[in-house]
């Protein structure tokens, strides 16, 4: 899915978190594409690609955890991470 919380409600993207899980529960792969903190802190893997945008993007900058990745220090994605985790 390509950015699916995109104008949603907290209240719709907390119900679309709890149907990704029940996916993964039944061992299906979901492969999420998303900026939003409350679907990445609750990710199993997370590929941080970047470290910018369009021409200054396409590299692999950190993977792992979510909480390996919020202690990257080359990930931007981390840094935002790092503070949605602890609000967690």
Excluded at 30 to 55: R, T, W
Excluded at 66 to 78: L, Q, R
Aim: net charge negative; glycine share 10%.
């Amino acid at each position: 899915m390509d950015e699916p919380t995109i104008g949603f409600h907290y209240e719709v993207v907390k119900k679309l978190s709890e149907i990704l899980q029940k996916l993964v529960n039944k061992e299906s792969t979901v492969l999420v594409i998303e900026h939003n903190m409350d679907i990445i802190k609750s990710a199993d893997y997370v590929l941080d690609i970047g470290p910018e945008g369009g021409h200054g993007g396409g590299q692999l900058v950190a993977k792992g955890t979510p909480e390996e990745v919020a202690n990257n220090e080359k990930s931007y994605t981390g840094k935002y991470l790092k503070k949605a985790l602890k609000q967690y």
